[in-house]
């Protein structure tokens, strides 16, 4: 059993990895490679010259959910269809992997909102520094929200789990019993009765 559960976690690990290295590469490149002399060059064009960082932040949206109305506005295309799906469900997975991963300890819904926002705040620097894309507020959001969301349907398989194992125990326990009083009574020559 405590083979099981190592192997679990250690996998439960493993995916956990690959989810944060797919990530980096949805959100940060775009599905595009990027060597590490160009993101090099775009640290030191950034750090050399503090103006193309400044540059970066003021093209960037500060005013929660403007994109996300733009967006909403505009659903017909395909780009802000999947800038505002894809930003809650490419962290799904990441609310999922923190109750996976803190199962033990208990993670709780604050828990999960501030490390989802805090993520994706990180994210959301790396691409300015790195000149990768603009700082969106509205990812924040809707990339804490999938975290959340994530973080919801863990608990919600938890919850429907338990009730079906709680259920089904108790209906092998009853059955346990009718079984032992079937016996009891057939060894004292009584008829059980319902």
């Not at 949206?61 to 505009?74: L, V």
Request: a positive charge.
């Amino acid at each position: 059993m405590k083979k099981t559960k190592l192997m679990n976690k250690i996998i439960v690990l493993a995916l956990f990895v690959f989810y944060m290295y797919a990530l980096l590469r949805i959100i940060l490149f775009k599905f595009r490679w990027r060597d590490m002399n160009f993101l090099m060059s775009q640290l030191q064009r950034n750090f050399g010259n503090p103006d193309n960082l400044m540059y970066q932040l003021q093209r960037g949206n500060f005013i929660p959910f403007k994109t996300i109305f733009i967006n909403i506005q505009s659903l017909w295309w395909w780009h802000d269809l999947s800038n505002l799906v894809g930003n809650i469900v490419v962290f799904i997975p990441f609310g999922m992997f923190l109750v996976l991963l803190f199962k033990k300890k208990g993670m709780s819904f604050i828990g999960v909102l501030a490390l989802s926002l805090s993520a994706s705040l990180f994210l959301e620097c790396l691409q300015v520094v790195f000149s990768l894309g603009i700082f969106d507020v509205d990812d924040l959001i809707l990339n804490t929200s999938g975290g959340l969301l994530g973080y919801g349907t863990i608990k919600l398989y938890d919850k429907v789990y338990s009730k079906f194992i709680v259920n089904t125990s108790s209906i092998v326990q009853d059955r346990d019993i009718v079984e032992k009083q079937e016996f009891k009574n057939n060894e004292e020559g009584e008829p059980y009765h319902k």
